[in-house]
């Protein structure tokens, strides 16, 4: 066969090795999490409590807002100054 068949062949193969992720959630805290997410996707456990915020809130949040463009955004980042990437397992420090 020619390359290029069977390159679409391939192509045309790729779909089927693809395994969704809709089995139900495999432990008990994604459980929970996902069972949390449906209720507020659903609006189901909405507070009574109506959450205002005063003046001065406002006012404060909007000068925080208006300081945050007094920074330029640089066109490149420090990949050093943030500190260390952690890449260990879980569990405690060693």
């Not at 006012?59 to 955004?73: D, T, V």
């Not at 420090?78 to 569990?91: E, H, L, N, T």
Request: aromatic residues 8%; charged residues 20%; glycine residues 10%.
């Amino acid at each position: 066969m020619k390359p290029t068949t069977l390159y679409c062949l391939g192509l045309l193969a790729l779909p089927l090795t693809a395994h969704a992720i809709d089995a139900g959630p495999a432990s008990p805290q994604q459980q929970e999490t996902e069972g949390w997410l449906q209720l507020q996707a659903r609006n189901k456990v909405a507070s009574d409590k109506p959450q205002t915020s005063s003046a001065t809130e406002r006012e404060l949040a909007m000068q925080r807002w208006l300081k945050s463009f007094q920074h330029e955004i640089p066109q490149f980042w420090d990949q050093d100054a943030g500190g260390k990437v952690y890449s260990g397992g879980s569990g405690g420090g060693s």
